[in-house]
């Protein structure tokens, strides 16, 4: 079935970088545009990042615009996250999404502080 699972959260201090992966199964992975998703304590869940299903596109929320990349490896069926320069107010659980089957991993913890 399909199936997305991240990893590579963790505890950084403010200023430093962090790579999530998402290993995705159940589904041919090139077909689909992935999103990142975070959701901070006592926030609604929102939209960090999306990436075509060739990656020739890609967006981002202005709130990490600059600091944050998106990539993915079709071959390997991985999504990444790259975070850079993160900041106390990128603490979240981010999650992996398939986009066009609504379909989403648990979740991996950022927490960003001193």
């Known amino acids: 079935q399909v199936q997305v699972v991240e990893s590579g959260g963790g505890w950084v201090q403010p200023g430093g970088p962090l790579r999530l992966s998402c290993a995705a199964s159940g589904f041919t992975l090139k077909r689909f545009r992935m999103t990142w998703y975070r959701q901070a304590p006592g926030k609604e869940r929102e939209l960090v990042a999306g990436i075509s299903g060739t990656a020739l596109t890609t967006d981002y929320a202005d709130s990490v615009k600059g600091r944050f990349t998106i990539s993915r490896d079709n071959a390997k069926n991985m999504v990444y996250l790259e975070m850079n320069s993160l900041k106390p107010e990128d603490t979240a659980v981010y999650y992996c999404?398939?986009?066009?089957?609504?379909?989403w991993g648990q979740g991996t913890l950022v927490t960003v502080s001193s």
């Open positions: 999404r398939v986009d066009a089957l609504d379909a």
